[in-house]
C-alpha cells in the first residue's frame, strides 16, 4: 500500500483522502445541550483517561508526517480545560500544520477571544440555536446566553474569521428562529449553518423534532428569495453555502442525514479518551493511547493511524428512516 506524501489515502472501493483532524481535548462542557447530553446523567473520565497534551501533540505529528494539514480543536467544550491555550499555540506552530481552528460554545469567549487570535486560531465556529435568552436556557440548562453573544461579538471584534454559528433546529424547539438566524447574516459577516440533528447517544431530543435540510431551506427561500450558491473554497467542509441578497454573511447547511457527504469526507478524529475514529457516526474506534503509553515507536503509531484510516467505512450508518442512534456521546467524541 503506498501513501501520498501530501495525503494519508485509503485504497479500497472508496478513495478516501484525509488531511483532517479533529481533536476532542475534554469531555466537560459547561453547557448540557439537549440534543448532545444523555437525559439520565453526563458521564465525565477522570484524569488519566484522557489524553494528555504531550500525548495529542504526538498524534498531530505523526498525522501530520502522513499529510493532515487541517486541525480543529473541539470537546466537550474546549475553553474548559487547562492550558488549552497553550496548547493550540504548539499546534499552531507545528510546521506543516496550515489551518487550526476550534469549535467552541461561546460562554469563555469573550475573556479568550483575543487570546485565541494571539495562539494562532483565524477562524472559529460557535454553536448558536437561539437568540432567546430564556430558550437558550432551555436548550442548554445554563442562562448563559448574554456571555454568548458577548463571546461572539469579541470575536468579531477580533477580525476572527470567518465566524460560523451552528445551529440544531429542532422542531416546537427553536424551529420558528430560522428566519432570525438567517437575518444575523444580513447584519454581521456570520455563516449561519444549519446542522441536522443527528440521533447520538441518549439525548433529551426524539426523532420526530428533526428538521431535515430542505425543510429548513424551503423556509428560508420563502422569507427571503431565492438562495445564490457560494463557491467553494479550498479548506470547506461539507456545508453547502449560499447567500440571502445583499447579505455580508453566509447560510450553510450540513445534511449527514438527507444527503450525507460521506464520499468527500477527509475528516479523521481523535477523541477524548486518545482514541482515533473514522467516521463520526460510525462506533469503529481504534485505541492509541495505551500504545503511546507503553513506549511504541513513532513506525507503530502511524501503523495504528493508517490502520484507522483504513476503516473510513464507505458510509456511515445513522438511517434516518430506521431510527437509529449511535450509541456514541458527541461530547466525547467532538463534534
Ligand atoms: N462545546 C463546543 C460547542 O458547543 O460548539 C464544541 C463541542 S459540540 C459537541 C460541537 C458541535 O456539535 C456543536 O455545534 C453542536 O451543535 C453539535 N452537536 C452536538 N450534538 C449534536 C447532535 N446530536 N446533532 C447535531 N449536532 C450536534
Given at each position: 500500500m503506498t501513501f501520498l506524501k501530501s495525503n494519508l489515502e485509503t485504497p479500497g472501493p472508496i478513495h478516501h483522502r484525509v488531511n483532517y483532524l479533529r481533536i476532542s481535548v475534554t469531555d466537560r462542557c459547561n453547557l448540557a445541550c439537549r440534543y448532545c447530553v444523555p437525559k439520565d446523567h453526563l458521564p465525565t473520565l477522570s484524569h488519566k483517561d484522557i489524553a494528555r497534551y504531550e500525548e495529542i501533540l504526538r498524534v498531530v505529528r505523526l498525522s501530520r508526517d502522513l499529510g493532515v494539514t487541517k486541525v480543529r480543536i473541539t470537546g466537550?467544550?474546549?475553553?474548559?480545560?487547562?492550558?488549552v491555550l497553550d496548547f493550540i499555540s504548539e499546534v499552531s506552530r507545528?510546521?506543516?500544520?496550515e489551518d487550526v481552528s476550534i469549535t467552541t460554545n461561546g460562554v469563555l469567549l469573550r475573556k479568550n477571544a483575543h487570546l485565541l487570535k494571539g495562539c494562532g486560531i483565524k477562524r472559529l465556529n460557535i454553536s448558536l440555536d437561539t437568540l432567546k435568552p430564556e430558550r437558550f436556557r432551555f436548550i442548554?440548562?445554563?442562562?448563559?446566553f448574554k456571555e454568548v453573544w458577548g463571546g461572539i461579538m469579541a470575536a468579531h471584534d477580533q477580525g476572527l474569521t470567518p465566524i460560523k454559528l451552528n445551529a440544531v433546529i429542532m422542531r416546537g424547539v427553536n424551529d420558528d428562529e430560522i428566519e432570525d438566524l438567517v437575518a444575523l447574516t444580513r447584519d454581521y459577516p456570520f455563516h449561519v449553518r444549519f446542522i441536522e440533528y443527528m440521533p447520538m447517544g441518549n439525548s433529551k431530543v426524539d426523532m420526530e423534532q428533526e428538521v431535515l435540510i430542505p425543510e429548513i431551506r424551503e423556509r428560508i427561500e420563502t422569507a427571503f428569495g431565492p438562495l445564490a450558491p457560494v463557491t467553494r473554497g479550498v479548506h470547506d467542509g461539507p456545508a453547502k453555502r449560499f447567500k440571502i441578497e445583499n447579505a455580508p454573511g453566509e447560510v450553510g447547511f450540513i445534511s449527514p442525514l438527507s444527503s450525507h457527504f460521506c464520499h468527500e469526507c477527509n475528516r479523521l478524529r481523535l477523541t477524548s479518551t486518545g482514541n482515533l475514529r473514522p467516521c463520526l457516526l460510525n462506533p469503529y474506534e481504534r485505541e492509541i493511547l495505551p500504545s503511546i503509553r507503553q513506549g511504541a515507536s513513532d513506525h507503530e503509531l502511524k501503523e495504528i493511524i493508517m490502520e484507522t484510516v483504513r476503516r473510513k467505512?464507505?458510509?456511515?450508518?445513522?438511517?434516518t428512516d430506521e431510527c437509529s442512534r449511535t450509541t456514541s456521546q458527541m461530547f466525547t467524541i467532538g463534534g
Open positions: 466537550g467544550e474546549p475553553l474548559v480545560r487547562k492550558g507545528m510546521p506543516g500544520i442548554t440548562g445554563k442562562n448563559l467505512p464507505v458510509s456511515h450508518t445513522l438511517i
